[in-house]
């Protein structure tokens, strides 16, 4: 027992998990891994100068929570700590986000941590994950295809995570509990193979122990310290090469491809693994990586469905990424001078303003005469056959013109708005006013026009 001990104090020193004067928030769960952390960390807690608290988090999926939360608090108690608990509804954003009761449970539960830690004013966020978790979590992310950041396994430490019984198997902690009369929890959704990991964990795992490796946990544990450390090298890469080729754009995202000339597909791959998981929250799998580059190669105005809130269309060397609008018809409403209204972009004002007024110089805001104007005025989309005469031309073009020699994604370019006076398109929403309105040395009566972006 003593050499599991000091395995993990090793495993710890050698990792520098732990500084003097950290103060931890363990992932108490009252299974055996996270009871032998609450053990272990209460043993060795002068050794190491720390303190610590724990935490126990109801997925709100299975009657024995209940239990679970009464043994959690009564051994915080019986050892002296700051115990907390708190709930995550895991069916709820399951539903809402289209992921798996696994994922979910997962994106929550850190949400929650990282919450409770910052309240607490802890430092590190530590969790009993073990060489097996890790081998399940290797064979699971390559069946699903996740790529070099998948097959890394669990990191031994990230931001302010860290896992110092990753070293431990599954079979040592239970020795070392029984041998020192340590109770815990037992959770019986583990028997469950309905769950993905539950799968390979009961049937998969134990095959390929038997068969071809008995030593499988600890051989891919080498692999994926390995392996985090060479793609340390492409996530440095990838995070250049994000902030150049990513951007935020009003209500969608961007994503420029000219990067496909300068790089290979694989950092495109890694970018769009980046921007699923950060940006969108979206789970990543093969199959949806895979679709966005074929993607690139197709024709503008192509799309593909990423999840049920976004789409993905390809255009001009570029991918817009955006939230899928749900078909409503946009009923156009009547704005008088003076007032506001909201609309899918974000909210217009029309404002009269003095003469000596400062003007602002930027394509959200616009400014004509309305001396020929009368007060109210009517927003809509803009219909074919739609004519203006665009600012500095002569002559009127259509606005299906304008808006292809402005270069405007097809998907943004159906919504657009115009805005009209006394029947006359007055404002390509964003884009150019009138030229018939502009303001002139004879003007008497200036109008602010004005949007205010949604955000995404």
């Not at 700590?81 to 009761?101: D, G, L, Q, R, T």
């Not at 008088?336 to 909210?347: D, E, L, W």
Request: glycine share 4%.
């Amino acid at each position: 027992m003593r050499n599991i001990q000091q395995k993990v104090i090793k495993f710890i020193d050698q990792n520098s998990l732990i500084q003097k004067s950290d103060k931890l928030l363990i992932a108490f769960s009252g299974g055996p891994d996270s009871t032998f952390l609450i053990y272990f960390f209460n043993k060795f807690s002068k050794r190491f100068k720390i303190i610590f608290s724990a935490v126990y988090i109801d997925h709100q999926l299975r009657k024995e929570s209940k239990e679970e939360l009464l043994f959690c608090r009564k051994y915080c108690e019986k050892i002296n700590i700051p115990f907390y608990s708190v709930k995550i509804n895991v069916n709820k954003f399951a539903k809402e986000h289209k992921f798996s009761i696994e994922e979910s449970a997962r994106i929550l539960r850190y949400k929650k941590l990282n919450e409770l830690a910052k309240k607490a004013e802890c430092n590190k966020i530590v969790f009993g994950h073990t060489k097996n978790d890790n081998t399940e979590t290797i064979l699971l992310n390559l069946v699903k295809g996740t790529g070099i950041s998948g097959v890394s396994g669990i990191p031994i430490k990230r931001n302010n995570i860290i896992r110092p019984i990753l070293t431990l198997s599954k079979e040592e902690i239970l020795t070392y509990l029984q041998f020192n009369k340590i109770k815990y929890c037992l959770d019986n959704s583990n028997l469950n193979d309905d769950f993905e990991r539950n799968f390979l964990r009961n049937k998969i795992i134990p095959q390929l122990k038997n068969r071809i490796n008995p030593s499988l946990d600890e051989s891919l544990l080498k692999s994926s310290i390995l392996i985090q450390k060479e793609s340390g090298l492409v996530n440095s890469i990838v995070e250049d090469l994000y902030k150049l080729f990513v951007r935020k754009d009003k209500s969608s995202f961007v994503i420029d491809l000219s990067i496909s000339r300068v790089y290979d597909n694989i950092f495109l791959s890694e970018i769009f693994k980046k921007f699923l998981k950060s940006d969108l929250k979206i789970e990543i799998s093969a199959n949806i990586i895979s679709s966005l580059i074929e993607l690139t190669q197709k024709q503008k105005g192509k799309k593909i469905k990423l999840s049920s809130n976004y789409l993905a269309i390809k255009e001009d060397e570029k991918i817009i990424v955006k939230k899928e609008t749900k078909g409503k018809e946009f009923n156009p409403i009547k704005i008088k001078i003076g007032q506001s209204a909201r609309f899918p972009n974000g909210t217009i004002e029309i404002s009269e303003i003095a003469k000596n007024e400062k003007f602002s110089k930027t394509k959200d805001i616009e400014y004509i005469t309305g001396d020929l104007l009368k007060d109210v005025f009517i927003l809509r989309n803009w219909h074919p056959g739609d004519k203006f005469v665009p600012l500095g031309m002569k002559g009127e073009k259509k606005i299906s013109d304008f808006l292809g020699e402005q270069k405007i994604p097809n998907e943004i370019k159906k919504n657009q708005f115009v805005l009209l006076n006394n029947g006359q398109i007055i404002w390509v929403v964003n884009y150019r006013i009138n030229d018939k309105f502009k303001i002139v040395s004879s003007t008497k009566r200036i109008i602010k026009l004005c949007v205010k972006q949604k955000q995404v």
